[in-house]
């Protein structure tokens, strides 16, 4: 077997994060690449806050149907929707949420493939 010189370092679930502008906790940071991740603590320009990048969050929907299961999307207004389009993949669905304004539904972010 050939040697792969991989050093374990971090379970993953977090990550470091140089803050560009003015974050708030709950923030969601869309990362180069496509990952997104959740701000733990708030920072100014130059902070270094942790992200999470697993896990399942609860998030206002757009006030339309979304299934278990189904890819979300975040639109720039902070709300999730299942309706592709050019808003940031954010994971997948892990509760169902029904039509009507201010319903919420749970995400497993950073799961699934984005645009399925």
């Given at each position: 077997?050939?040697?792969?010189?991989?050093?374990?370092?971090?379970?993953?679930?977090?990550?470091?994060?140089?803050?560009?502008?003015?974050?708030?906790?709950?923030?969601v940071?869309?990362?180069?690449?496509?990952?997104?991740?959740?701000?733990?603590?708030?920072?100014?320009?130059?902070?270094?806050?942790?992200?999470t990048?697993?896990?399942?969050?609860?998030?206002?929907?757009?006030a339309?149907?979304?299934?278990?299961?189904?890819?979300?999307?975040?639109?720039?207004?902070?709300?999730?929707?299942?309706?592709?389009?050019?808003?940031?993949?954010?994971?997948?669905?892990?509760?169902?949420?029904?039509?009507?304004?201010?319903?919420?539904?749970?995400?497993?972010?950073?799961?699934?493939?984005?645009?399925?």
């Amino acid at each position: 077997m050939a040697k792969e010189n991989a050093i374990f370092r971090r379970n993953g679930k977090r990550l470091d994060y140089v803050c560009t502008a003015n974050v708030a906790p709950g923030d969601v940071i869309k990362m180069t690449g496509g990952i997104i991740g959740v701000a733990e603590a708030g920072g100014v320009q130059h902070d270094v806050i942790a992200l999470t990048t697993e896990g399942v969050f609860e998030f206002v929907t757009d006030a339309q149907k979304i299934d278990q299961g189904a890819p979300v999307y975040l639109k720039a207004d902070g709300k999730v929707t299942a309706t592709k389009g050019s808003d940031t993949f954010i994971g997948v669905a892990w509760t169902a949420a029904v039509a009507g304004a201010g319903n919420t539904v749970l995400v497993k972010i950073n799961c699934g493939v984005a645009g399925a």
